[in-house]
């Protein structure tokens, strides 16, 4: 039950789950230490002497060391720090300071994302031995409140990309099927999460950079709010987009560390009034370009499973797709270009070619087009807020496909050629532009592959979207 | 003294005034009916039974009927609706309802502001016919305060031009001598008040667009802080930089109507410690392009004459020119192409080839280089804010030469060729970018044209800095 008061209607999800066999915590094969608990289950071990928080970055190092070397998931680990980290949080449990469920438990941050002292490579030959003087404002509260930063995990190159597997460092794998992308660009937090070698990581978020690889990886991917997790310290790609996200194994695990990174100046929140059962509205997906049919249907099947009656079909939302799409690529656009006006011009080969060819179309975007791109977001979000009004939650897939082949750049769906980034970005991209919370929540699988189910809240209702996604996944648990 | 307790030292400057022999209310040879009065001497009059409104409005009506064949300040002329008002202000009078210092003066309203029911052209052959069905808010105000609104004037076609010479209806002709261009865009409103068929007018200010025409034609023209004044039912020019302005002959004319306008939404406004004395920051002309010396030194001697030792060269803030060039010329550029895109792949016969070639070039601005700007703009406004907390005003030129001959498009300055359009801009465009409330004071003449002394002050401190203008004004006419 969500403690902010809306009933969620009683499905039988649970029995739904068993039918199709499909347990949504489902792991990977031969996963790390970090795949058989809940945060809520490491921190009252760590409480209570299962663990002490040496013994679980020790755990951590250890699946890192055996898995990291075919999933390439971290780019930089830091051994050294995170001893001196654990050994700090131990020293804390033993004298009796407790800052709160972090305390002690490893945490993985993608490598756009500034950390004082520790090579911050963006994935970028650019940015190759580039290391900050100060964390980023994510990085001081995780550090704050006692969590151990293990290292620096692969980003997509400057995070431009929904792939993960164009970077300095290479691609990240999927530890489904490591010859298949982990999707991106927060490629590496998602594995590393996936496969157990750590609880929970730090990603960002720009047209879908936390949801895409974290439904690829079958997590729980969580973008907040626009704004609500500071992105001071996050090197941008696109600012009125960027949003810093988290990986999960699950909704309550992300609960356990969003209230620490939230920022304390007041946000923007959606006054609704709130219904008395939970109803969402189920965006259908034709408008947003070709699917795999199995995945949508998966998908769909599995929100009717959740959702039941009190779930309906707002093809309205689904009528602005065009818009949503051409909001987001101007401002994007605009706003990478700006980012990296200087370094194309003063050192293109410095970036990977596929990069460097998407940033210098980005470029030719036009000023008034990126004006009118910020009118349309603010007609969007005024559109959004009145289905609000009626809606609790809209839902959808994350994606439309499966993860593809490593550098698969175009697939044949219902028929005709997608490209991959397109298909990849189409379903999570409208929630950047209009800076509302989505998170996205494993939906079963097809093909022995993760997929994931979307599920989008009205703008500030972060708290209450992990809640319900929470109390929906210890359901279908039970 | 303005009322809100900073010194202004006495320099002198009433018998320097003298010295030179010109009257800050000086007036253009053969002026009309209300080149004699103040608004504060009208409102007297209405009171005390020298004037009723209908007469008001008959006197304005003969001024515009014998002056306006060679001026060419208003495009449409209300007669009816004038009438109809003035009735209604001398019922209320006689009925003892009293609104305040507008009630029952006639005002001009540029004719790219919404009036409901009178047609609204924006100077534009695509709006010829245009009527709007609704008032802009600043002229449901000045209507709601009791004020007339007699007619509507010429701007430059879509406000887009400082020199008011290019419009569906023509050019609007300086008083001063006719042949000269009255500056732009809001040049019918500054020609109506120079010349006396009207205390007050309302224009648009974008670049310079109420500053310009007032400095020009000798009046005092009123730029408020952004949004201070809603821009709601205003044609837009480019959105972020369009301040609706006031065009008087004194700021103390100005500051009669303007606690009317101000939009009643909280501002933001700068938190500076008050000076015990007024200090000006005077800022150099030399980087702002080619100027005419002698206007640059009247006015120069102006503000010494004003403000003697409590004036000091702020070269730190020339040194910004190029920044405020370049982020005014981006911003404008993305956010008017926006506005007309349609309208030049529709229709471009129907735009003035001056402007539709400006429009074409604005239309190939980046949408990087807008961002840019905008990133320019917020450090533009945090150095000054710095200068604000050491300055109570800044001080420059309105404009470095006098008024043009019409359609003049290059001048000779300093031995080289200047663009008149880019001159007349230079010094006024800066506090668009930033937001500041700037007003131009008449400083003086040059080869019998008026030439402007531009103060500029914090963020939000409009009643104030019109408060200090009017206090210099009322001594210099002592």
Request: charged share 20%; glycine share 8%; hydrophobic share 45%.
């Amino acid at each position: 039950m969500p403690r902010h008061g809306t009933m969620i209607p009683d499905t039988g999800a649970g029995r739904r789950r068993l039918m199709v066999g499909v347990k949504m915590s489902a792991n990977p094969p031969d996963a790390g230490f970090f795949a058989a608990y809940t945060v809520k289950e490491l921190a009252q071990g760590l409480r209570d002497g299962t663990f002490t928080a040496a013994e679980l970055v020790r755990e951590a190092l250890a699946s890192i060391d055996r898995l990291n070397p075919v999933l390439n998931a971290f780019v930089l680990v830091d051994r050294e720090g995170a001893a001196r980290a654990a050994a700090q949080a131990d020293a804390d449990f033993k004298a009796g300071t407790d800052r709160g469920p972090m305390q002690g438990i490893p945490v993985a941050v993608k490598d756009n994302i500034d950390t004082a002292g520790l090579v911050t490579t963006v994935g970028s030959a650019h940015f190759k031995t580039h290391v900050p003087k100060e964390d980023a404002e994510c990085v001081r509260l995780l550090k704050e409140a006692g969590a151990i930063v293990i290292g620096k995990t692969l980003t997509h190159e400057f995070a431009y990309g929904p792939t993960a597997d164009r970077s300095l460092q290479g691609a990240a794998k999927n530890p489904w099927d490591p010859s298949r992308m982990s999707g991106g660009s927060s490629g590496g937090s998602a594995v590393a999460v996936a496969s157990g070698m750590v609880p929970l990581a730090l990603g960002t978020d720009t047209g879908g950079s936390v949801r895409i690889p974290a439904a690829l990886c079958g997590l729980t991917g969580f973008k907040p709010s626009y704004a609500a997790i500071s992105a001071s310290g996050v090197f941008p790609l696109s600012t009125t987009l960027d949003h810093v996200g988290i990986l999960a194994r699950s909704a309550e695990d992300a609960a356990a560390l969003f209230p620490l990174l939230r920022d304390p100046a007041p946000q923007p929140k959606h006054k609704k009034a709130r219904t008395s059962t939970l109803l969402t509205g189920w965006i259908p997906t034709g408008s947003f370009g070709a699917s795999d049919t199995a995945v949508v249907t998966e998908v769909r099947q599995f929100a009717e499973a959740l959702f039941g009656q009190a779930m309906r079909d707002v093809a309205q939302v689904a009528a602005l797709t065009e818009v949503f799409a051409s909001a987001i690529a101007a401002i994007q656009s605009a706003e990478a270009y700006e980012v990296h006006a200087e370094r194309v011009a003063a050192h293109p080969e410095l970036f990977d070619p596929e990069v460097l060819e998407r940033l210098q179309s980005a470029g030719m975007v036009k000023g008034w087009e990126y004006v009118r791109a910020l009118k349309q977001r603010k007609q969007l979000q005024a559109t959004l807020a009145v289905f609000f009004e009626r809606f609790d939650l809209l839902a959808m897939p994350t994606i439309g496909i499966v993860a593809p082949p490593l550098q698969e750049r175009t697939l044949t769906l219902e028929g005709q050629e997608a490209p991959v980034a397109r298909t990849l970005l189409t379903m999570t991209r409208p929630w950047n532009v209009v800076g509302l919370p989505a998170i996205t929540i494993p939906a079963g699988q097809v093909d022995g592959l993760p997929v994931g189910l979307q599920l989008i809240a009205p703008m500030g209702w972060d708290a209450w979207l992990l809640d319900v996604a929470a109390t929906l996944q210890a359901r279908d648990l039970a």
